[in-house]
């Protein structure tokens, strides 16, 4: 017999291969790692480690521009199960 884990609430969402992703990088300390790499810019609503951790996403995701991040129909960054996996405030 099989166990679920429920760490995860159950949730749809068009970016899965972008949650393994997320959740892959983050339980190898990548995204940990990240969010400390020092980058002297004025920090206004998210850190600007979080924007580098978010282009690595868009990368991943297959996104061809930015602007595809918030743009796109299913867009990346507003999509909360990829923030989580991603271990992002959003």
């Known amino acids: ?4 884990s429920l760490d995860w609430p159950i ?3 068009s ?3 972008l949650v393994a992703f ?6 190898h300390g990548l995204i940990e790692r990240m969010m400390q790499v020092p980058i002297p810019q004025k920090t206004r609503r998210f850190a600007q480690q979080a924007k580098l951790v978010e282009f690595l ?3 991943l995701s297959g996104s061809e521009h930015l602007q595809d ?12 199960v990829v923030a989580r ?3 992002q405030a959003g």
């Open 15 to 17: 970016h899965g291969m």
């Open 69 to 80: 991040l918030n743009d796109d129909p299913h867009p990346v960054a507003k999509d909360g």
């Open 57 to 59: 996403a868009g990368i």
């Open 85 to 87: 996996a991603w271990d």
């Open 1 to 4: 017999m099989t166990t679920a």
């Open 22 to 27: 997320g959740e892959f990088l983050s339980q």
């Open 11 to 13: 949730a749809n969402t």
